[in-house]
């Protein structure tokens, strides 16, 4: 069972930067394909990128060019360097998995990003 920790959070005005971390437990890490995801309050969970066991990524167009995911397989974590940030990513960050994450079970506690205008 996957067991997730983010931290990195907070509150940034508009076109800062944030770094999230994800420390992960309870699964060989370096073998799986990891992903972020977020949720808006009133919306479904979405993804924001992906990042396969040998480094590569990919986002979803909302976030190209100012989001990088990158991942540390001897520290078994995941990070995501936000930069020049919008009020609508607004969100809390969760990692997790890449996969069907609608169906996933497990889920860390997220970590909490606010935008400011």
């Known amino acids: 069972q996957v067991q997730s920790v983010e931290s990195g959070g907070g509150l940034v005005q508009a076109g800062g930067s944030l770094r999230l971390s994800c420390a992960t437990f309870?699964?060989?890490?370096?073998?799986?394909?990891m992903a972020w995801y977020r949720q808006a309050p009133g919306k479904q969970r979405e993804l924001v990128a992906t990042i396969t066991s040998g480094g590569s990524a990919n986002y979803v167009d909302s976030v190209k060019g100012r989001f990088t995911i990158s991942r540390d397989n001897a520290k078994n974590t995941v990070s995501l360097q936000m930069d020049s940030l919008k009020p609508e990513d607004t969100a809390v960050y969760y990692c997790?998995?890449?996969?069907?994450?609608?169906?996933?079970?497990?889920w860390g506690p997220g970590t909490q990003v606010t935008v400011s205008s």
């Open positions: 997790n998995l890449k996969g069907d994450f609608k169906s996933f079970a497990s």
């Open positions: 309870g699964f060989p890490f370096s073998s799986y394909a």
